[in-house]
T-cell receptor, first 111, second 116 residues
Framework: GENVEQHPSTLSVQEGDSAVIKCTYS??????FPWYKQELGKRPQLIID???NVGEKKDQRIAVTLNKTAKHFSLHITETQPEDSAVYFC??????????WGAGTKLIIKP | NAGVTQTPKFQVLKTGQSMTLQCAQD?????MSWYRQDPGMGLRLIHY???????DQGEVPNGYNVSRSTTEDFPLRLLSAAPSQTSVYFC???????????????FGAGTRLSVL
């Protein structure tokens, strides 16, 4: 079955710098890759997603890139702000249309 | 449009007690899922349903039962609570998409469960 690994588990960056979180997946048939943000004590919410027929997608300060050959995808956040502090989860959709989740990355924005 | 509603928000149980976590959605979604979230382990799928009357096991189903008698409701039952079931539980729902479509999951606010 599908397996998703996410790195790093914790990322600390200076406010205004960029942050990159990486995920790898095992099932080459996976075709949908979302990213969710979970603020402390809140529910996870979708921030950006990408389908396997696209290599990159951007939405203001966040972007996701996908390398199907290497089976990895990454979340890029530019010009980080204090409100970007949260736990970020990647996921890959398996052949049963279920999302398989990474373990999460705690992003800390230092003032 | 309330989205996904979970009750209760907090619950404390003694070992061996049973209880039902409630989940309801008003978006007419076909897919519904239950996850547990433990520190450092992300979201692990317990059970899921692709429509009324259809349920299936996820990654960690032991100790839990589900049923889906209506499109709106997807309760999770703990049969005999154990301390290992202390966790935060999230219910989620999503549209049924084509094989190449999206699977955007909408989460409830969560239930924080402690088993003593």
């Amino acid at each position: 079955g599908e397996n998703v690994e996410q790195h790093p588990s914790t990322l600390s960056v200076q406010e205004g710098d960029s942050a990159v979180i990486k995920c790898t997946y095992s099932d080459s048939a996976s075709n949908y890759f979302p990213w969710y943000k979970q603020e402390l004590g809140k529910r996870p919410q979708l921030i950006i997603d990408i389908r396997s027929n696209v290599g990159e997608k951007k939405d203001q300060r966040i972007a996701v890139t996908l390398n199907k050959t290497a089976k990895h995808f990454s979340l890029h956040i530019t010009e980080t702000q204090p409100e970007d502090s949260a736990v970020y989860f990647c996921a890959a959709r398996d052949s049963n249309y279920q999302l398989i989740w990474g373990a999460g990355t705690k992003l800390i924005i230092k003032p | 449009n309330a989205g996904v509603t979970q009750t209760p928000k907090f619950q404390v149980l003694k070992t061996g007690q049973s209880m039902t976590l409630q989940c309801a959605q008003d978006m007419n979604h076909e897919y519904m899922s239950w996850y547990r979230q433990d520190p450092g382990m992300g979201l692990r799928l317990i059970h899921y349903s692709v429509g009324a009357g259809i349920t299936d096991q996820g990654e960690v189903p032991n100790g839990y039962n589900v049923s889906r008698s209506t499109t709106e409701d997807f309760p999770l039952r703990l049969l005999s609570a154990a301390p290992s079931q202390t966790s935060v539980y999230f219910c989620a729902s999503s549209y049924s998409e084509s094989s190449f479509g999206k699977n955007i999951q909408y989460f409830g606010a969560g239930t924080r469960l402690s088993v003593l």
